[in-house]
């Protein structure tokens, strides 16, 4: 998965784009902590890729000053 054009953060949430393989099942996961050991990574959605780049918005991040993303293909 490769993060793709503009990161955005609205009054709707954070919004980003993936390019990814269809038919490819994916987790898009957040965490706020990148420095713990371990990195604890909460899942916000699971998915099989069905177009390419994939639009996802997370809606809950009007409320966290600052979290990471990653996207990962079990």
């Known amino acids: 998965p490769e993060f793709v054009g503009a990161l955005t953060k609205g009054s709707n949430g954070f919004s980003l784009s993936l390019l990814l393989q ?5 987790h898009i996961q957040a965490t706020t902590n990148i420095g713990a050991q371990p990195i604890i990574w909460s899942n916000l959605t699971s ?10 918005t997370d809606r809950a991040a009007t409320n966290i000053p ?9």
Request: charged residues 10%; glycine residues 0%.
């Open 47 to 56: 998915f099989v890729a069905s177009v390419s780049p994939f639009q996802f």
């Open 66 to 74: 600052m979290r990471f993303y990653r996207a990962i293909s079990p």
């Open 22 to 26: 269809t038919n490819i099942s994916y």
